[in-house]
């Protein structure tokens, strides 16, 4: 089983439409969980960090589930300019031994008029 | 957020050729950076992790001997990509992180090597 495991889609929505993303991770040692966003040919850019108690930024909810090992990401009201790659990144915390952050593969998300 | 600067961010070498990359953080002290490649239309792939005044940690795959990492201080990781072939034509990103917390990312280099 892979560490981070995303759903590649493409998840071609409408305009206004909510959509969901999960991420699964193995390790349950991880600490730290985030959502990037990565556009075509650029870098990925922080998206938000994802905190035991969820955490709410404008359009955008994330979630821990620590129990069954999952983050997901909601988007509402989608734009036209949310279409890009949303990674998910889990880092093991200091109990893990290491900081290396580990990238799930991307879900990436096409919103059309 | 944080800036990370990344430089060049576009170079064409001739094959054989050695090429520098520049990676800083230019507003907080990175105690870990990261230098991973990407290939089009595929996920970021993690080269290597360096920790500042130590030697880098090389993923499996990864030649050390071909792709030098130096993280001479807390605000400065060059990657050295010796020898290049073409098909170590990529996009090279860096990216930083203070104790362990959330990455910033450079802006990326992109690599042609002819």
């Known amino acids: 089983r892979k560490e981070v495991e995303q759903d590649p889609g493409p998840f071609n929505v409408p305009e206004g439409a909510t959509v969901a993303f999960n991420c699964t991770y193995s390790n349950s040692a991880s600490q730290s969980f985030f959502w990037y966003r990565q556009d075509c040919r650029k870098e990925p850019k922080l998206l938000m960090s994802?905190?035991?108690s969820g955490n709410e930024d404008g359009r955008f909810t994330a979630q821990l589930n620590r129990a069954s090992q999952y983050i997901s990401l909601l988007i509402r009201d989608s734009k036209l300019s949310d279409s890009a790659t949303y990674l998910c990144v889990v880092t093991p915390g200091p109990s893990g031994g290491s900081y290396i952050p580990t990238f799930g593969r991307g879900t990436s998300l096409i919103v059309h008029p | 957020g944080a800036v990370v600067s990344q430089h060049p961010s576009r170079v064409i070498c001739k094959s054989g050729t050695s090429v520098k990359i520049e990676c800083r953080s230019l507003?907080?002290?990175?105690?870990?950076m990261f230098w991973y490649r990407q290939f089009p239309k595929q996920s970021l792939m993690l080269m290597a992790t360096?920790?500042?005044?130590?030697?880098?940690?090389?993923e499996q795959g990864v030649e050390k001997d071909k792709f030098l990492i130096n993280h001479a201080s807390l605000t400065l990781s060059t990657l050295t990509v010796t020898s290049a072939h073409p098909e170590d034509s990529s996009f090279y990103i860096c990216?930083?992180?203070?104790?362990?917390?959330?990455?910033?990312f450079g802006p990326g280099t992109r690599l042609t090597v002819t």
């Open positions: 990216s930083a992180s203070s104790l362990g917390y959330e990455q910033y």
């Open positions: 507003d907080f002290q990175a105690t870990t």
């Open positions: 994802v905190y035991s």
């Open positions: 360096s920790n500042e005044g130590s030697k880098a940690t090389y």
